[in-house]
């Protein structure tokens, strides 16, 4: 008579049987610990949510990328390749922590701690920086537009009317904020001479328009 035998044979057992428990934030934590992490000072259970983690998500980003290191600084720049110094205005290396800790205009009293705690005042300070960030970035693009204009001009790559005028509210743009942007456009006959071809874009604008009309 033939036998069906056990669906598993009695020598095998599953690996849930013969492993111990595991505690995985101990785990975590020891790694923590032996791992060589940036500012991991800041950070005393890794296991938990840190403070500022129900902020809104431009602050949290911008506060992660402070606490870590890693963000839009000349050191970070440099090593990304994107530009050729790393140097802060203030002739110090640029890095996130000089922004947090050192540089003048924008040091926060109590440093990266007082910012990892997300406080009151570490809050408003991240409201206030993000905003210069976000009027920075504004400004980039803003000059960008300018570059590209002033290029087809100096190409003598002149549109269409039709251009002119799907562009017409950039130019207008570019130009009231023209005046806002100086300090950081160099020097004074620099200014004038965009200030110079922005005039005579809008001019050329406005004869187009005169001739449609």
Known sequence: MFLIPPLRLTSRKP??????????NSQWRESWKSASVVNAHLVDDPTIRQPGFALPRQQWS??????????????????WKLS?????????TQTMSHIVKSFPQT???????????????????LTSYGSCIRQQQQQYHVLLLLWRLLRQ????????????????????????VSSQMSRSMGTVQHHTAMHGLLRAIVAKEREIMNSIV
């Not at 990892?116 to 570490?122: C, E, Q, R, V, Y």
């Open 62 to 79: 911008l506060l992660s990328r402070l606490c870590t290191g890693q963000g839009h600084c000349g050191a970070c720049k440099k090593k």
């Open 107 to 125: 040091r926060l009293h109590g440093g990266l701690s007082k910012l990892h705690s997300a406080a009151d005042d570490a809050v408003a300070w």
């Open 84 to 92: 050729d110094s790393n140097q802060c205005s203030c002739g110090e």
């Open 153 to 176: 001009l100096s190409n003598k790559l002149i549109k269409p009317c039709t251009h002119y005028l799907a562009e017409s509210r950039h130019i207008h743009r570019a130009y009231a």
């Open 15 to 24: 690996l849930w049987r013969e492993s111990e428990p595991v505690d995985i």
